[in-house]
């Protein structure tokens, strides 16, 4: 998926079911009063502040300079930092990351750096989208994309793996892995419109803005029957990897 410049004051207002449905993860990362953690992609810093308040000491990395503006802006220490370039040596006690992993398909770069910045003992707690993730979406884009070849084509590149397969991933640079497991979530969001203006720009990149307003429109009118009722609105088809490591 291509870098995404992304808009953090629509970021924390349109996309706030990420923030609210990370609570469960940093109950399973349990932050101590005084423990050093990482929050891997923090974002806009909501859940970096909320660790924070459990008396943690929390450092955010971000590799969206105005994600890492907002963060600060709360008083969180912060930096633009990409996930596969951390340079940290068994400075951590745990390291959390939430609703960033499948944007980075060198799953074992990442992996590999966030063993090396934890202390020995350290934990991994991390939720993101895993296999199945978006599938009814995702399967509408690509044949909007072969109906219209003339808007480039669509290159998933999105990271959705099973639990067994991130497990392994975990494994391979030293982890035990204490858990893994997949969580179907459907989400509820305010339209495919502005899900895909949140987290779609990249897929949309060779369209002029009359082919996006087309290739929005019948996208939803593909999954209005299948992602949409008078009741519940629109949702998206989420399903998220939960796992927890530890650092032997």
């Known amino acids: 998926m291509p870098h995404i ?3 953090a004051n629509r970021y924390e207002e349109d996309a706030k ?9 940093i109950e399973l990362l349990d932050p101590k009063k005084d423990e050093k953690i990482l929050d891997l992609g923090c974002g806009e810093g909501s859940l970096t502040l909320k660790i924070s308040q459990r008396g943690a000491k929390v450092v955010g990395v971000d590799s969206s300079y105005l994600m890492v503006e907002k963060s600060r802006a709360k008083g969180i220490e912060a930096y ?3 996930a596969r370039e951390l340079d940290y040596h068994e400075r951590f006690d745990g390291v959390f990351s939430n609703a960033v992993l ?3 398909p060198q799953a074992d770069e990442v992996a590999y750096g966030v063993y090396r910045a934890l202390k020995r003992g350290g934990r991994f707690v991390a939720e993101f989208g895993g296999e199945g993730n978006v599938a009814t ?3 509408a884009i690509s044949q909007l994309f072969e109906e219209h070849p003339q808007w480039g084509g669509f290159e998933n590149s999105w990271y959705f793996p099973s639990a067994n397969e991130y497990k392994k991933v975990l494994e391979s640079v030293g982890f035990e892995v204490v858990s893994a497991r997949i969580i179907p979530r459907p ?6 419109e502005n899900w895909l203006d949140l987290f779609g720009e990249g897929i949309m990149k060779a369209m002029s803005e009359e082919e996006k307003k087309k290739f929005k429109s019948k996208l939803t009118e593909m999954l209005k029957p299948k992602l949409y009722d008078e009741e519940r ?4 088809d989420y399903v998220r990897v939960r796992v927890k490591a530890v650092k032997e």
């Open 17 to 25: 079911f990420v923030r609210d449905l990370g609570d469960e993860v």
């Open 5 to 7: 410049d992304w808009d």
């Open 80 to 82: 633009v930092r990409s």
């Open 137 to 139: 979406i995702i399967k």
């Open 233 to 236: 609105g629109w949702w998206a």
């Open 187 to 192: 989400v509820p969001i305010k339209s495919i």
């Open 102 to 104: 499948h944007w980075i």
